[in-house]
Structures are given as C-alpha cells and as structure tokens.
C-alpha cells in the first residue's frame, strides 16, 4: 500500500480534491500530494483513478463517491486505530512494567504522542475539508507507528544484542508494523484498474 487518498466530493460542489497522505520513513507520515479536478474536466475520471490506485481510499463526511471503489472507508474507520494504538501502547508500558518487576529496577515508560483530533476547516471547500482529513489520517497514522517504534526499541537488548529482551513473544517482532493487520485488511488499496 502506497498510503492514504483522500476524497473530498460534495453533491455541490464543482470540483473534487484528494489529498495524498504517505509514509515517508520509519514513523514519518506526510502529505505528499494535493489535486483539485473540476468536475466538467474530460480526464476526471482517468485522474481520480490515477490518484487513489494502490492507495487506500478515505472519503469525507457527506462525500459523494466519484466512482465506484473496491474498499474506500469513512472517516470513522479511524477511530478503530486510535483505539487499537492505545490499546497497544497499554500492552507495551506493561510489558516494561512487568520486566522492570523481574528485573527489580526502575525503567522510564515511554511517552506516547497524544490522541489527534479531527479539526474542522476554516472555509467550506473540496481542498480544506480533505486536507483536515488528510492531516488527521496522518497523526493517527503517526502515532501508531510511533508506539510501533517504542516496541522495536525494546525487543533486542542495546548491551548483549539478544532478543527477546523487554517485550514478551507477541510483541517481539523485529520489524515495524505498517498498520495492525486487522485494520490493514480494512482499508486495502484500491486494485489497478
């Protein structure tokens, strides 16, 4: 999966914009690209295709899909990762608590990055309503690759290199994961069409 596309199409409106959000490093999320495609563009079409092919594709509130697409989600999908970071996060502080307990020392629990809020746009416009949505995906992304990264931090111990160290079994994968695999299989990329 390349990333995120956000739709932004209001049965009002004259144009659509989509808002591509990418990971561009380890637990770097950006947006990397921004289109506005006026609805009376002969190529409207062939360009949403273009945009949201190998990306997962969210739409906004009271969007209207352009065209038909195979898995696009809603906004709220989110909130299910927020709640799968968190409880992540949960799982990780103990399993450092409870190291600290065997160990019998004292060890600093990890800090996370806090809980993202949707933000409503300053002006009610295809390009601002998906940027909102844009920037939101992007922290909520952000934060759970940054819990992922205080995982990995904690599987291979910096003093003898072997692992496990902190983190139990279930938790003791040697590599970031992207997305929680049941939240992955929410919000499969749009297939090449």
Not at 21 to 29: A, I, L, P
Not at 82 to 98: F, G, K, L, V, Y
Request: proline content about 8%.
């Amino acid at each position: 999966m390349l990333g995120f596309a956000t739709v932004d199409r209001q049965p009002l409106a004259e144009s659509t914009a989509v808002w591509l959000t990418s990971r561009t490093g380890n637990n770097f999320v950006r947006n990397t690209n921004a289109v506005v495609i006026r609805h009376d563009d002969p190529d409207y079409i062939k360009k949403i295709r273009s945009l949201t092919c190998e990306r997962s594709v969210v739409l906004t509130d009271g969007t209207e899909s352009p065209v038909t697409f195979a898995h696009a989600v809603r906004i709220d999908a989110f909130d299910d990762l927020i709640e799968q970071t968190t409880q992540h996060q949960e799982s990780i502080c103990a399993a450092i608590s409870d190291y600290a307990r065997r160990k019998r020392t004292e060890l600093v629990v990890p800090r996370f990055l806090p809980v993202p809020a949707l933000t409503t746009p300053e002006r009610d416009e295809p390009q601002l309503r998906a940027l909102s949505v844009a920037n939101f995906i992007g922290a909520v992304w952000t934060a759970w690759l940054f819990t992922e990264e205080q995982r990995l931090r904690r599987t291979v111990s910096p003093k003898t290199q072997k692992t496990p160290w902190m983190m139990p079994a279930e938790l003791n994968s040697p590599t970031i994961a992207v997305l929680p695999a049941d939240f992955a299989d929410r919000v499969k990329p749009e297939p090449l069409s």
